[in-house]
């Protein structure tokens, strides 16, 4: 692998949503969560840039000549922080191609989002990382991330959801 | 305390953001966590009622007449889902005032979003909790909801940020 490698971090747009989806596949893979993936290209155009834009991604592009175009992406959204008042960009997914790792496209692509973070006038960034993913996590200390060790996070499925949604007090 | 209540869940508007902050302000309190909270009406003004909206809020209001008008709130926005292509109908803050509990007040506003939540086509509800909130986590066991243990949220502050979009990489 060359250790200078060209390519251009720009916003995706509805023309690549099904890249954006086989990007989140290998994602899926690599965290051995594939068995989870029932999303749809159909999906992610609705909600990616139907009437309500539920994320954003920028793709790390090399262009249309190589047999892989799309080195890796960052897929994000804005909450809020209650506690600030101010918006939070939080990053869904941020995945660099294995054969592509060690060349700071996954380290541009975070200072990209954190150049928006600021445009927008975020309070926060914030992620979710696998505890074993060790690599990641020296990665994100580096950066002086710090990880919400007392806080887990709760998830109701379809299923739970309308369960709840059917209940009576 | 009576053991049933008048009040009615509904949606916060504009004219109740001092009213969402004094809340924040005492689920902070109970969460230990009042040193954290910079956040004022105007933010809670702008990024929820402004060009753009951050969140959404529901109130349980009883009424004009109380001397405690709200008893708790629920806030929350969409985030994304990118296995399942879907927004995930995430909750930032749910709160009763302690001398309201036991009445089914949080139960309610869960209900609530859960309708929320298949209205808007939500593959998920998702929540963080304190790891010393017991009570909280029972109580969202009890609704089937799962904890995410092998995932830890990352974050970085303002300062981290403007360092990030200035570094190179």
């Known amino acids: 692998m060359a250790s200078s ?22 994602l899926a893979e690599y965290e051995k969560l594939s068995h989870e993936v029932t999303a749809t290209s159909e999906l992610f155009r609705e909600n990616g840039f139907g009437k309500t834009s539920h994320y954003s991604c920028l ?3 090399g262009g249309m ?3 892989t175009r799309y080195f890796g992406f960052a897929l994000y959204f804005y909450t809020f922080s209650t506690f600030k008042g101010k918006p939070t960009l939080y990053l869904e997914d941020l995945f660099v191609l294995p054969e592509f790792r060690g060349l700071g496209i996954g380290k541009s692509l ?24 060790q690599p990641a996590i020296d990665f994100y200390r580096k950066i002086d991330a710090v990880p919400m060790d007392d806080w887990t996070v709760f ?5 739970a959801i309308r369960r709840l949604a059917e209940s009576t007090r």
Chains 1, 2 share one sequence.
């Open 65 to 67: 000549n190589l047999d």
């Open 110 to 133: 975070l200072i990209r989002l954190a150049q928006i973070a600021r445009e927008k006038k975020c309070g926060r960034m914030e992620w979710a990382v696998l505890d074993w993913n």
């Open 155 to 159: 998830r109701l499925d379809e299923k």
């Open 5 to 26: 490698i060209q390519y251009k971090i720009r916003p995706a747009t509805e023309e690549d949503v099904s890249d954006i989806l086989s990007l989140v596949k290998k």
């Open 59 to 61: 793709l790390a592009d």
